[in-house]
Every structure is written in C-alpha cells, then in structure tokens.
C-alpha cells in the first residue's frame, strides 16, 4: 500500500498531468455529441433502428471490456489509446460520407471497440507512470483535475456545436469531431510509457492469456480488491442516471428551450465535483457519508417538484462524479499493479453491467411511475451502496490523503 511522502512535484510529473488532462479533454470535447442522434433520424432512420444501433454500440463494448484490459497489460498501452482515438475518428466520417444503417452500424463498432480499449488503460498508463516517478500519491490530484478538465471540455462542445452546424451543418460537425479524436491519438502518443516488469518472458498470445488469467484472479481471490472493484462499478454504474437527466429536468417543470442550460448546469456540478476530489479526504467513512448523502440529495430534489428540486439533484450529480474519482483512485491503491489495467476493465464491465440494470429498471418502472417520483426510488440504491463503502473500501493509501497542491 502507498502511503503519502510528501512527494515533490516535479517537472516531469506536471507534464505528465497537462498531458492526461489534454488526453481527456479531446476525448470529450467531440462536437457530434449532441447531433449523432439527429443525423441519423435526418437519415431516415426510425427510434427503432436508431435504439438497435445504441444495442449494437453497447454490446460491442460491453464484449470487448475485460479482454481490452489484458491487451493493456501486454501491448503498449498508449498505442493502444492512440489506435483507438483512430478507429473512432474513422467512425466519425463513415457516419457522415455513409450515411444509411449500415454506415451507422460501422461507426458503432468503431466507437465500441474504442471505448473498451480506453476504458481502464489510460487510468493504468497515468498511475504506473507515476508509480515509476514514485508520485502515486498525486494520483487522485491528478485524475481529478483532468475529469474537470473533461467535463468543461464537453460543456464547451456543446456550447459550440450549435453555431458550427448553423456555419456548416453535419460536414462541420463531423469535421470537427474527427479533429478531436486525431487530438487525442496525438495526445496519447505523448504520454510517456516505461517498459513494464515482467515476471515471464513469455510474448505475444502466451503474455496475453496470462495477463488475462492472472487478472481476474487477483479480482477473485484477494477480498479486498473483489469489494473496491464491487463498489468502483456500483458508483458510475448508478451515474448512468444522469442519461435521464433531460426528461428528470423537464418533469420538474423546465420548458424545452431552458432544458440545455439546466443540463449545462448539472455538468458543472460533475465538473465541480471531480475538481474536489484532490481535496476530499478518502477514508471509507468518509467516501460511503458522500455516496449516501448524493442519494439523499436525488430524494429531496425529485419528491421537491418544481424549480427548487434542481439544486440537491445538481448536489447528487456533483458528488456522484466526486465518488467515482475517489473510488477509481482506491481500487488503483488496493490491487498489486501487476495486470492493472485488466482489474480496472473488470470494474468497467461491471459498471456497464450494472448501467445496463438502471436503464431496465427505469425503462420498466416508467411503466407505472413517472419521471421524478421513479428517480426519487433510486435514492434507495445509491444510499446501500454508500453504505457498502463503509464497510468494505480497505482503509490507508494514499489516496486517503489530501493532495498538496501543484
């Protein structure tokens, strides 16, 4: 376990967290985000075929999760991301030079293949970097600040991405988008990336299956690390709420036209949120008081109706990002190292996992419930998994310390 030192921050350290920063911002800042769903309805396309490609794009990530991690754990992992930041820039333009179902259904794969190559192996690339400048206590500082970074850098797209398609309509928007992603690819090969120990000389297939194996087990084996994997998914699986975030709002009695500015709001809150995280002091208690009380928050502000709801939703949304930096930052303390970016995969399947639940519940609990009265009932899981975190986040580390700042 890492314990704080006091450790300087040096030059290549700072570097080292401009670099992640602008990685996370170019992967946000894609100015097809509010659009995709518009080009393809403008295409043709039916709410059917439009939800089967949503299926599609889940489904290939959901996948690709876990193996993506061993391949981080064996290949290099900034080409990995650098491969990946392609594959969805390609993607971008499939959807705007072909655009029918089956030029969709590409850009989906793409996207999906992406996402589950990301997903662990920028997280694993950052903390061994600083666990070889023997920084990992700057870890949490630096991962906050970057999803900051990422949450203006989406604020700031979708303020953007208005005028560009009044200037250029979807050839813009695409132009743009494919420009993010050759920024991230760039940013990710300037991520440095020191060789990694390995206990075998094995390559190739061999390394790969090991790394694999080896992962899952420390997952299966070690209790500590099986209970911060449970809650580092419980958290973002449950922050899949915020996709309901629009309709939340407009039930509460916002008109359509002030429904953006209200969600541009809430991403200030996540915003702020992850700024906090270097701040925070990570104890178990502490980290499960936080969770529980961003449930409470969902309570009161859906059973308040009216305007006056949308401040403790804004207070949940802001402290569900906090948490899901915090806890992010613990599970990367509690496991070995050896396969961390395979551990980190596992925790992203079972957040998918688990953000796969939320949407069925709430897609079957609309049946009988309306909008806020069913987001105000999820109160009651965030609040056991606050709880949960009590009991089960291993205490030390450093990434119970409050980071100095750089």
């Known amino acids: 376990m890492v314990t704080h030192r006091g450790t300087a921050v040096t030059p290549p350290v700072r570097r080292l967290g401009r670099i992640y920063a602008a990685l996370r911002a170019c992967d946000e800042g894609v100015l097809f985000f509010p659009f995709y769903a518009l080009l393809m309805a403008d295409s043709g396309l039916s709410t059917a075929q439009v939800t089967s490609l949503f299926v599609i794009w889940s489904a290939v990530a959901f996948a690709l999760e876990v193996p993506s991690g061993a391949w981080a754990d064996t290949y290099s992992r900034r080409r990995l991301l650098a491969f990946g930041a392609l594959m969805r820039a390609v993607g971008f333009a499939t959807w705007f030079l ?12 793409l996207w999906g293949v992406r996402s ?12 061994d970097e600083l666990a070889a400048a023997d920084a990992t206590d700057r870890y949490t500082a630096l991962a906050g600040r970057a999803a900051t970074v990422a949450m203006v850098s989406m604020l700031a797209a979708s303020a953007l991405a208005w005028p560009v398609y009044a200037l250029g309509g979807y050839g813009l928007i695409a132009a743009g988008s494919v420009l ?49 994997v449970l809650i580092a998914a419980a958290v973002p699986s449950l922050s899949a709420l915020d996709e309901y975030g629009p309709l939340l709002v407009r039930d509460l009695g916002v008109a359509t036209a002030g429904v953006p500015l209200v969600i541009a709001a809430l991403i200030a809150a996540m915003a702020l949120g992850s700024a906090l995280a270097e701040r925070w002091r990570a104890t178990p208690l502490a980290t499960g008081s936080t969770i529980a009380a961003a449930g ?111």
């Open 98 to 109: 072909w655009p029918t179902y089956a030029g969709f259904a590409v850009g989906f794969v």
């Open 116 to 127: 589950a190559i990301s997903s662990g192996t920028k997280e694993a690339l950052l903390f």
């Open 180 to 228: 993010a992603c050759l920024g991230s690819a760039a940013a990710a090969l300037a991520m440095p990336e020191r060789p990694r120990v390995r206990r075998e000389r094995s390559t190739g297939g061999r390394a790969y299956l090991r790394n694999l194996r080896d992962g899952i087990a420390e997952v299966r084996t070690d209790r500590r690390v099986w209970h911060t």
């Open 296 to 406: 409470v928050a969902l309570a009161i502000g859906a059973l308040a109706g009216g305007l006056a709801g949308l401040v403790p939703i804004a207070v949940c949304f802001g402290l569900l990002q906090l948490t899901r930096v915090l806890t992010e930052a613990r599970l990367q303390h509690t496991m070995s190292g050896h396969t961390r970016a395979t551990v980190l995969s596992v925790s992203g399947f079972g957040a998918q996992l688990g953000a796969l639940a939320v949407y069925g519940c709430f897609g079957f609990g609309s049946l009988w419930l309306g909008i806020a009265p069913l987001a105000a009932l999820f109160a009651v899981p965030i609040v056991l998994v606050g709880l949960a975190a009590v009991r089960w986040l291993p205490g030390g580390g450093a990434s119970e310390v409050v980071a100095e700042p750089a």
